[in-house]
């Protein structure tokens, strides 16, 4: 078993109204100095046998395919080590 | 015409769909989202709601379902597909339409009559508007918020793909103030406001959004 992560972001031209929110409660809470929040998703994916490149290029399909839409999102990918 | 609403796990605007096709003056003919098979209607109707809980981003996951698949083949053969809201996004997240719906800019959800401009009148969804004609239908939404980049919105303007402009206040941060937009070929149109709802004096504002569903007469896209 080996765990793929996916984040995927609202690319930063695309206004992101949930980052906002929470960028602008953190003053209120008394937490200063930050200058923009951005919010994303973060997928966590549990996938048979060793994260071969074979394993990784069907994630990166799903990725662009359903996990993300590639007109307002990015995406990347990579492996988390079981630690 | 044989007009068919589809209903997913999740819609809430297909009943007042279908009752909108049948007092435009065609048969309404439910077609559920697990369907192979499009029952040979003439038309398609994505209706509103909230299709699979719009987990992940609305529309995504319906964007999969069985039905759909047989939607994007017809829609490529010239099939008049008409998105309300929530069928709208299940159409961008298709690719049957350009952009993408984002939250609301405002973060809130808007309920509201809402005025529109009808900029194009040369769809099998909009033929029984004047170009330009001024209508008042229900807006509902929380993220309705119409995004593209700027090559695709300047294309969009161009090609006179804009099929519904907001007027007075923009709902929703929607760019250049678009409320609907459709397709290269023209048949496949998505709105975020609801005319199903504006179709008759007593439950509705108006009956401002009925044109959408009498324009569909064979000569309008023959």
Redesign the interface.
Known sequence: MARVVVDVM?KP???D??G??VHGALPRLGFTGVTDVRQGKRFELEVEGEASEDVLASVREMAET??S?P??ENYSVRVEDDA | MRVGVVTFPGSLDDADAQRAVRIGGHDAVPLWHGDHDLRQVDAVVLPGGFSYGDYLRCGAISRFSPVMAEVVEAAGRGLPVLGICNGFQILCESHLLPGALIRNDHRKFVCRDQRLRIENNRTPWTSSYAEGAEITIVLKNGEGGYVADQPTLDRLEGEGRVVARYLDDNPNGSLRDIAGVTNERGNVVGLMPHPEHAVEELTGSGVDGLGFFTSLVVDAFA
């Open positions: 609202p031209e695309i206004l109204p949930q906002k929110a359903l996990l839409n007109v307002i």
